[in-house]
Nanobody
Framework: QVQLVESGGGLVQAGDSLRLSCAAS????????MGWFRRVPGKEREFVIA????????YSADSVKGRFTISRDNAKNTVYLEMNSLKPEDTAVYYC??????????????????WGQGTQVTVSS
């Protein structure tokens, strides 16, 4: 069982940066694939970025490539989402998610077993 708590959301202006954190409980955090998704009201939740348990690979949606970076500190049971050059279209509720390390698909909601409650990110123009 893994519990996830996101933090770091807020209101920023276009072009600003923001870092989200996701703190996980559980001793086996280091064995989980970790991902970030986001949801805009009226739309389905979409994949943003993910990182393998050993940081060997990261994956990004085309919409955030070159602007968003994911990292993790397994000693602190925390995954981070660094967001740069933010745009108004990045406005959404951002969710942290965890999946067993052996799952190969990283961009589907169904891959992930555990979800945080979400944190709001609002980017003004």
């Amino acid at each position: 069982q893994v519990q996830l708590v996101e933090s770091g959301g807020g209101l920023v202006q276009a072009g600003d940066s923001l870092r989200l954190s996701c703190a996980a409980s559980g001793r086996t955090f280091s064995l989980y694939l970790m991902g970030w998704f986001r949801r805009v009201p009226g739309k389905e939740r979409e994949f943003v970025i993910a990182i393998r348990w050993d940081t060997s690979n990261t994956y990004s949606a085309d919409s955030v490539k070159g602007r968003f970076t994911i990292s993790r500190d397994n000693a602190k049971n925390t995954v981070y989402l660094e967001m740069n050059s933010l745009k108004p279209e990045d406005t959404a509720v951002y969710y942290c998610a965890a999946a067993p390390f052996y799952r190969s698909v990283y961009d589907a909601e169904s891959t992930y077993d555990y979800w945080g409650q979400g944190t709001q990110v609002t980017v003004s123009s």
